[in-house]
């Protein structure tokens, strides 16, 4: 490409010197499409690195471009159409992938797998309500980690930890419990809201 971009350059001062020149009217034509087909493998070469890769991000952005360039439309097009059922098989991989952690508890990975997903495909329904399935139930094993810690600490007399561990939304249920001990007194009671509200949001519990 550097050297076709060199003669380029030659011809292109040679035009600006005679313009009336023919050969190096057609000099420079022959160099611009010299670089043109330069590129074109270039970008060929590479979408198929992409796509072997399963780098569909990078596969579809360099086929945009080809699709741009190419004279060739249905060449473009039918690598397109490839791409596409690539992206779809691997979408359905990272669903049932992803649905068969959740199945058995293991949420995190899950969602990394649902977000994979709707990374490949941003219109993916399944992919999209998944993610929000996987956070749900990492909330709700936080929320059980939460309880059984509470409930251990109430057992064993330590009403300041307890106070730190039971939700705010329980707190008419338990609280009272919590806060005979403490005196019972409302500012109490918000007081345990607030502190378990601030310790908890930034994990996603709240």
């Given amino acids: 490409a ?3 971009s060199d003669a380029r350059d ?12 023919d050969d190096a009217r057609k000099g420079l034509a022959q160099a611009e499409e010299q670089m043109r087909g330069a590129k074109l493998k270039h970008l060929w070469t590479k979408a198929g690195e992409a796509e072997a890769a399963k780098d569909f991000t990078t596969a579809q952005e360099l ?3 080809l699709a741009a360039l190419e004279p060739d439309r249905e060449r473009v ?3 397109m159409e490839a791409l596409g059922r690539a992206v779809s098989a691997a979408v359905n991989e990272l669903l049932a ?3 068969a952690a959740f199945q058995t508890g293991k949420f995190s990975e899950a969602r990394d797998e649902f977000e994979q997903a709707l990374a490949l495909d941003g219109g993916c329904a399944p992919a999209r309500d998944g993610v929000a399935r996987a956070a749900e139930g990492m909330r709700a094993v936080r929320l ?3 309880w059984a810690q509470a409930a251990e600490a109430e057992a064993q007399q330590n009403y300041e930890a307890a106070a730190d561990l039971f939700p705010p939304t329980q707190a008419h249920d338990v609280g009272v419990t919590i806060m005979k001990p403490l005196g019972g007194s409302l500012f109490q009671h918000a007081d345990i ?3 378990w509200i601030l310790q908890h949001e930034a994990v996603g519990v709240v």
């Fill in 10 to 21: 030659e011809f292109q001062q040679a035009v600006d010197l005679d313009p009336g020149c």
């Fill in 97 to 99: 992938r992803a649905e």
């Fill in 193 to 195: 809201c607030l502190r």
């Fill in 63 to 65: 086929y945009r471009q």
């Fill in 77 to 79: 097009q039918a690598a």
């Fill in 144 to 146: 059980k980690h939460l």
């Fill in 2 to 4: 550097g050297r076709f």
